[in-house]
T-cell receptor, first 117, second 113 residues
Framework: NAGVTQTPKFQVLKTGQSMTLQCAQDMNHEYMSWYRQDPGMGLRLIHYSVGAGITDQGEVPNGYNVSRSTTEDFPLRLLSAAPSQTSVYFC????????????????FGSGTRLTVV | EDQVTQSPEALRLQEGESSSLNCSYTVSGLRGLFWYRQDPGKGPEFLFTLYSAGEEKEKERLKATLTKKESFLHITAPKPEDSATYLCAVQDLLSGGYQKVTFGTGTKLQVIP
């Protein structure tokens, strides 16, 4: 059982470049999300999805795009990378029994460490 | 605005020396409080969910408790393998759904043999 798989693990981009961070889960989870983790700050929500075809913005969405064409995949696109986007990015998923209820918490991927120079 | 404050920022314990980590929170209404463990270079690993004041959950040497304003993660007779950063997070009942989860910055625990 792979859980949540993120690729790549490390990436260096030049300012202005674009790229896609990949996230896939094999647990048939309805809910998927992207967080960034920066030193001294808690995990901050970028975008989330409650099911295929449905996405919404989180706390820090600017400069990022997402789509959810299947239950399994939830890619995060950086449109034009900036040094402020240097961070560790985590994809997380969850299965909710009742709408709006996080019964089991999140399953996180192992992260992508992104550096923008 | 929801807030989560964890203390201390860092804690160093001798093996076998029990202690507690604190998570104080402010939310409009609490749907759930979560504890995670994060090892260096890895994603957070889910430990517990607590839903209401007075609730307790246990897992091996860890015990989580919840009051109306804070949660404690008690570590009994810790071992070096308990060394990690422990994250607390809260889900706000009134935000409209499970997208509103606020994380604290964590307590970095080091257990010395």
């Amino acid at each position: 059982n792979a859980g949540v798989t993120q690729t790549p693990k490390f990436q260096v981009l030049k300012t202005g470049q674009s790229m896609t961070l990949q996230c896939a889960q094999d647990m048939n989870h309805e809910y998927m999300s992207w967080y960034r983790q920066d030193p001294g700050m808690g995990l901050r929500l970028i975008h989330y999805s409650v099911g295929a075809g449905i996405t919404d913005q989180g706390e820090v969405p600017n400069g990022y795009n997402v789509s959810r064409s299947t239950t399994e995949d939830f890619p995060l696109r950086l449109l034009s990378a900036a040094p402020s986007q240097t961070s560790v990015y985590f994809c997380a998923s969850s299965y909710s029994i009742a709408p709006g209820q996080l019964n089991y918490g999140y399953t996180f991927g192992s992260g992508t460490r992104l550096t923008v120079v | 605005e929801d807030q989560v404050t964890q203390s201390p920022e860092a804690l160093r314990l001798q093996e076998g020396e029990s202690s507690s980590l604190n998570c104080s929170y402010t939310v409009s209404g609490l749907r759930g409080l979560f504890w995670y463990r994060q090892d260096p270079g890895k994603g957070p690993e889910f430990l517990f969910t607590l839903y209401s004041a007075g609730e307790e959950k246990e897992k091996e040497r860890l015990k989580a408790t919840l009051t109306k304003k804070e949660s404690f993660l008690h570590i009994t007779a810790p071992k070096p393998e308990d060394s990690a950063t422990y994250l607390c997070a809260v889900q706000d009942l009134l935000s409209g759904g499970y997208q509103k989860v606020t994380f604290g910055t964590g307590t970095k625990l080091q257990v010395i043999p």
